[in-house]
């Protein structure tokens, strides 16, 4: 469906959904366990929108493994020196361009290589939007409507998974784990639906928004994922 929305319109959109993310987090309890190989999920189970194999395969690309998990290390104070703050960016040990504190979490938290590599690839987004809040130079509104589309495509596919996997916690408040990065988060929103009130694109918003993760998916691996081979 192709819709002309309102700046209005689609920060409430991003509000609500956000929110019930939010109160599932809050209410499932998290598990401390690293563990990357449990019983296989089907589709008569849940419709998760990567299969195993694809899975791991984002996880080998991202040298993310349970062996290899970076050890804590306290946060570092934020830096004045230059507009992207290591304090924003965030400690990264093993080089993998993935904030170590969130990748410990991802370990922890997920039991299934599915979850972990859909934790890899929606930061690799929330990368993107944190840096358009920093972006001096103007931002395309295709940009900026891939950018929010893709946000409210990610919450909504965690809510739908949720109500079928009750264990599932979505990792957005782990990736925005402190006010400043929050604060970010919301300003960069902000920036884009500015740009985006202005354009006159429509807003597609997809229809399985799952199926975003896949398009994530295939821009990460550089290659394009088939049915069938999501169905293995």
């Known amino acids: 469906m192709y819709l002309l929305f309102s700046h209005h319109f689609l920060v409430c959109l991003a509000i609500i959904t956000t929110s019930l993310?939010?109160?599932?987090?809050?209410?499932?309890?998290?598990?401390?366990?690293?563990?990357?190989?449990?019983e296989p999920i089907t589709q008569q189970t849940i419709d998760?929108?990567?299969?195993?194999?694809?899975?791991?395969?984002?996880?080998a690309l991202a040298n993310v493994s349970s062996s290899q998990v970076?050890?804590?290390?306290?946060?570092?104070?934020?830096?004045?020196?230059?507009?992207?703050?290591?304090?924003?960016?965030g400690i990264d040990v093993n080089n993998n361009n993935i904030r170590d504190d969130y990748e410990r979490r991802l370990l922890?938290?997920?039991q299934r290589p599915e979850y972990v590599a859909m934790g890899i690839l929606a930061a690799a987004h929330w990368d993107r939007l944190a840096a358009s809040y920093y972006q001096q130079d103007r931002i395309p509104s295709i940009t900026a409507i891939t950018l929010i589309t893709n946000n409210i495509a990610i919450n909504q596919c965690y809510y739908a998974l949720q109500q079928i996997d009750n264990a599932l916690v979505s990792p957005i408040?782990?990736?925005?784990?402190?006010?400043?990065?929050?604060?970010?988060?919301q300003q960069a929103e902000d920036k884009?639906?500015?740009?985006?009130?202005?354009?006159?694109?429509?807003?597609?918003f997809e229809p399985q928004p799952c199926q975003r993760f896949i398009l994530l998916a295939e821009s990460m691996l550089q290659t394009t994922l088939t049915e069938d081979e999501l169905a293995h």
């Open 192 to 204: 884009l639906l500015d740009i985006i009130a202005t354009s006159a694109f429509t807003v597609d």
């Open 21 to 38: 993310i939010m109160a599932q987090a809050v209410a499932a309890p998290i598990k401390a366990v690293i563990k990357l190989s449990p």
């Open 108 to 110: 922890f938290q997920y």
């Open 173 to 185: 408040f782990h990736y925005f784990n402190t006010e400043h990065r929050l604060l970010i988060k």
């Open 70 to 89: 970076p050890r804590p290390f306290d946060t570092p104070s934020p830096s004045i020196a230059s507009p992207i703050s290591d304090y924003d960016i």
């Open 48 to 59: 998760l929108p990567l299969n195993e194999y694809h899975a791991l395969k984002i996880l």
